[in-house]
């Protein structure tokens, strides 16, 4: 995989791209794929927008949703664009198994890949060029970035400076996780003086909820979690006949897991939710704990070292007893 800055003098030539980002785009894979989309056009490049998946309700504000094709509804469709695409711009996810049932298509293509991530353990020889960095607080800190180190600050508008936001906004937790630097300050502060509304888009993804999504969560705080004080840990397991019962929507059970961090002494928050193909975990830790080690170790997945995934095709009852028992060789990582 080249630098970035390799790929810079590329952005004079028209070009045919497709930006993606992982399954179930979340505010920052939304947000920096559509900022680099805005940002692709007015270079005159032909840009498509392809989601492996659906996403949340509550993106769908966002300017330029509109113009996202969700692979899984449209499959034809967008294995075309992409096998006619010179380059496909993989944003917020490092192996291409993240983007589902896209992957075999993005593998099969002759494009040139290009990475643009903050998640650990890159599989870089997929990738043509790109930037990876941990440090980094979201993706969209890093298309920032990608637009004013290619000379063309003059280039982010409002659209690009509200997609922008979102994600460095969701993936800091808004502005809380000590991923949150100096530069991410001043990165807003320079979007705000393009004009930004940050407080409409904090009602946007935060206040757009279902009464009965609180009254699901509600139940899930009273039968549904499970709290080991002598391993400072808090786990809930979601069965699928709540997610019927409340009538659960794509992102309803997003941010979930960080509730559990909230108990005084709870260092790591674990929650599985029976979903239709598999059991999908969300780990958070605060401290020295590494979810990211965890979730690859026990759970198939990955991440960050205080966010991150996996799952499991065991039963709910079944993945949360693994949960448990493993969580006994973690004893004295968890209490030090
Ligand atoms: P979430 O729990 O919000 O789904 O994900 C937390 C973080 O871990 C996100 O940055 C997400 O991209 C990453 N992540 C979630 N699931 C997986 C997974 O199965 N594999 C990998 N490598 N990362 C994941
Ligand atoms: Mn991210």
Redesign the pocket.
């Known amino acids: 995989m080249q630098p970035i800055d390799q790929f810079f003098p590329l952005l004079k030539q028209p070009f045919k791209a497709v930006i993606t980002c992982?399954q179930?785009p979340?505010g920052d894979a939304m947000g920096s794929t559509l900022a680099l989309y805005h940002f692709l056009k007015q270079l005159g490049h032909d840009v498509k927008v392809i989601s492996p998946t659906n996403w949340a309700q509550f993106l769908d504000w966002m300017p330029g949703t509109d113009h996202v094709i969700d692979f899984e509804q449209n499959r034809a469709e967008s294995t075309q664009i992409v096998n006619d695409a010179d380059y496909v711009f993989c944003l917020?996810?490092?192996?291409l198994h993240?983007t589902k049932h896209l992957e075999p298509v993005i593998a099969a293509s002759n494009a040139v890949k290009i990475l643009i991530d903050h998640?650990q353990q890159p599989d870089t020889p997929s990738f043509g060029y790109g930037i990876s960095d941990v440090k980094m607080s979201s993706t969209c800190e890093m298309i920032y970035d990608f637009i004013v180190q290619s000379g063309h600050s003059n280039l982010i508008n409002l659209d690009i400076a509200t997609c922008l936001y979102t994600g460095l906004m969701t993936?800091t937790g808004s502005f809380r996780f000590p991923s949150t630097t100096a530069s991410v300050h001043k990165i807003v502060a320079h979007l705000k003086e393009l004009g930004l509304q940050h407080s409409k888009i904090h009602e946007h993804i935060y206040d757009q909820g279902s009464e009965a999504r609180l009254k699901f969560m509600g139940n899930a705080f009273l039968y549904r979690m499970q709290v080991f004080p002598e391993y400072n840990t808090a786990l809930m397991a979601i069965p699928k006949a709540d997610i019927y019962k409340f009538e659960l929507k794509t992102g309803d059970t997003?941010g979930l897991?960080n509730y559990l961090l909230s108990i005084q002494g709870i260092k790591f928050a674990a929650i599985v939710i029976d979903r239709e193909e598999e059991r999908?975990w969300?780990?958070?830790s605060k401290g020295i704990f590494d979810v990211n080690i965890f979730?690859r170790t026990h759970f198939?997945?990955?991440?960050?070292a205080n966010?991150?995934?996996?799952?499991s095709s065991k039963s709910v009852e079944e993945t949360a007893n693994d949960f448990k028992n493993i969580l006994t060789e973690y004893k004295s990582q968890l209490t030090q």
């Open positions: 992982h179930k979340d917020d996810f490092n192996i993240r998640h993936d997003e897991v999908k969300s780990f958070r979730a198939e997945g990955g991440g960050h966010a991150a995934g996996g799952r």
